[in-house]
């Protein structure tokens, strides 16, 4: 690791105007659209594609991934204020932390989940680069192979955590699959699926199918609920600024906890199709497990809110690492900034570890610098949270919609992408009303590309025996045991299902 | 055998898997490898999921609740072809706002300030950040050029 090339990218970040403004402007972005229930940050970064269309990579990366870096950090608000989760992850926080309200310790666990959002975002950060250097070998060892697999993994892992349907989990990541195949093959030059339009050569859009599959049926979901995103009985709880810092402290009183809860969540942040829910309960678990005094929790415990907010931020640095070196996302939060990415010109991918350094370390300050202001802006915006209580959902819906249709033009230039959108977003609404989930979906999109590459690739190589390789073993090996934990996880404890915030 | 939403979306995935397939097998070799690979297998899951629903328990009758629901699903995917036909027929600096503002207020009830607020906020934003500001252009709508020359 060179020191120079590490606070070079630091520098060139803080030195900048535009780079600081544009992580200034995303911050509050990020922590509104993770407050405010039902919006969501995967929809932040899908909505504010269109706003980074022309923008240099570096700065559109930065802008995206700052926004989505501190969603979770606005999501606990409503948690802990109403009871009311801003995204899924942020469930867990509920469990102490509206009862901690409901004793009058709003402004403490507000603290104690901003105090315990912005060490986890740094920690989060830390992992990924003092993982770069034992990562870049590993990268630089995978072969066509090993990639045309690890991309089968990736759906086959998230397909197996989707929801209480393998099968539709795999359906639906197979579906994205077969929409990444839509172009011209660019082995044979044979049109694909594009029925001779134009606008289909270069492929599905990225953007325009994450809108559709995402924003699109969340909105038809909202109008037909009755457009009330939450319904917050009774009034904001009353607190001060000195609570709030008196819960700030109350991170570096449990030193141990926040630091292994931030290492867990980064840890399962790495990992394919893990992530939001699974590393803020499991750090929860963990914290009850490790109580003197687990009786408290449930009933306002404050290590009850440090452990899943601490996960919560330190995630998405973990998250980072497969999407950026292997194009694998992490979470599908990370599959819709890839999507983005690709369309600012970054290659996420082996490339990455050999001349793309200079990008990670400034994604990596992003991380760290987002969830430093973010503590800032919590403190100066603290008292304003109540109003949270009058954001209607029906008034979001029309907005959304623009800016959706807005996003699949502008991605291409291209008004047939709207007709695309709209097909795609009501069969995404179907697809969310009868329990098809729909992560694996741009997982397979977004891999389709380099799995039929590296499949010819490797074809091409070794023949068709190329799986026996040992790399490839190891990785058939993993796709084997998710899917042999998926069944012994169905056998032991029934259909146990993984709730996503999309 | 109930046929009902829930089957009817495994039998429109079976029928995409089933096409693609189909379509496929006309492409050259390396052309129709993955699409195939993945095809075929969707294909066959696929027809096990819809036999799946099929089999499942019938729908428990309608009732007030489900019936509103519909009526609501209904509304919003008529919105959704409003503002379709809105941004495809008169474009975004026009098509968008005037959708935003029937929403609003035809769709919503909100109060007609409040609608045309929403409708110039819409605007405002298209025009001065995206148009001004981003210097993108905006589609123009299929219609509107004819009708304006």
């Not at chain 1, 932390?97 to 950060?125: H, K, N, W």
Request: aromatic share 12%.
């Amino acid at each position: 690791m060179q020191l120079e090339q590490v606070f070079s990218s630091l520098l060139g970040i803080v030195g900048s105007p535009q780079l600081m403004g544009l992580i200034l402007l995303a911050v509050p972005i990020g922590m509104f659209f993770g407050a405010v229930p039902g919006l969501g940050g995967k929809l932040g970064v899908v909505l504010l594609i269109p706003f980074v269309f022309g923008m240099d990579p570096v700065a559109g990366a930065v802008f995206l991934l700052a926004m989505h870096a501190v969603v979770h950090t606005g999501g606990s608000i409503p948690s802990i204020l109403f009871g009311v989760p801003g995204t899924g992850p942020d469930a867990a926080t509920i469990v102490d932390g509206f009862p901690m309200t409901q004793r009058g310790e709003a402004g403490r666990a507000l603290g104690a989940s901003l105090g315990a959002s912005g060490f986890g975002g740094v920690i989060g950060g830390i992992f990924l680069a003092l993982m770069l250097p034992l990562l870049r070998p590993v990268v630089l060892a995978f072969s066509p192979a090993e990639f045309f697999l690890l991309a089968i993994f990736g759906i086959t892992f998230i397909a197996t955590l989707s929801g209480k349907s393998l099968r539709k989990g795999l359906l639906v990541g197979m579906f994205g699959l077969m929409l990444a195949f839509v172009s011209l093959d660019p082995h044979s030059g044979a049109q694909r699926y594009t029925f001779d339009m134009l606008f289909l050569w270069d492929g599905v859009d990225v953007i325009t199918a994450v809108l559709g599959i995402f924003a699109v049926p969340e909105m038809i979901a909202l109008g037909v609920a009755g457009g009330s995103i939450a319904r917050v009985a009774g009034k904001a709880a009353r607190y001060n600024l000195r609570e709030v810092i008196d819960g700030i402290l109350d991170v570096f009183r449990h030193p141990g906890l926040s630091f292994r809860t931030a290492l867990i969540g980064a840890g399962i942040g790495m990992i394919p199709g893990l992530g939001g829910d699974a590393a803020s309960w499991i750090c929860y678990g963990h914290a009850v497990q490790s109580s003197k005094t687990p009786e408290r929790f449930g009933k306002g415990a404050v290590e009850g809110v440090i452990a899943p907010e601490t996960a919560n931020n330190s995630k998405e640095g973990g998250a980072l690492l497969p999407t950026l070196f292997f194009g694998v996302p992490g979470s599908s939060g990370m599959a819709i900034l890839l999507g983005a990415f690709i369309m600012l010109g970054i290659k996420p991918g082996p490339m990455m570890a050999m001349t793309g350094l200079d990008l990670v370390w400034a994604l990596i300050w992003t991380l760290v610098i987002a969830n430093i202001l973010a503590v800032a802006m919590f403190l100066a915006c603290a008292p304003a949270f109540g109003l949270l209580t009058f954001v209607r959902g029906s008034l979001i819906i029309p907005f959304v919609l623009v800016l959706a249709f807005l996003g699949a033009f502008l991605s291409h230039s291209s008004w047939e992408n709207i007709v695309l959108l709209c097909v795609l977003g009501v069969l995404g609404y179907f697809l969310k009303k009868y329990g098809w989930p729909r992560p694996p979906f741009v997982i397979g999109l977004v891999l389709g590309p380099v799995a039929e590459d590296s499949l010819h690739k490797a074809l091409g190589i070794w023949g068709p025996t190329f799986f026996l390789r040992p790399q490839s073993m190891v990785m058939v090996v993993l796709i084997v045991a998710s899917l042999a934990f998926y069944f012994w996880r169905r056998s032991r404890k029934g259909k146990v299902e993984v709730q996503y915030d999309i | 055998m109930t046929f009902d939403g829930r089957a009817a979306t495994s039998l429109v995935m079976l029928a995409v898997f089933a096409a693609m397939s189909a379509i496929a097998m006309d492409y050259p070799e390396k052309a129709r490898m993955m699409p195939l690979l993945v095809g075929i297998p969707g294909t066959l899951l696929s027809l096990a999921q819809l036999l799946h629903d099929l089999r499942q328990a019938g729908a428990p009758p309608a009732d007030a609740e489900s019936i509103l629901e519909r009526r609501r699903e209904t509304g919003m995917f008529l919105w959704l072809g409003l503002f379709f036909a809105a941004v495809i027929g008169f474009g975004f600096l026009y098509g968008a706002p005037a959708a935003v503002f029937a929403f609003m207020r035809f769709g919503r009830g909100e109060s007609w300030a409040t609608s045309l607020a929403g409708g110039v906020a819409a605007w405002a934003v298209l025009y001065g950040v995206f148009t001004r500001l981003l210097e993108l252009f905006l589609f123009e709508g299929l219609l509107l050029p004819l009708l304006t020359g």
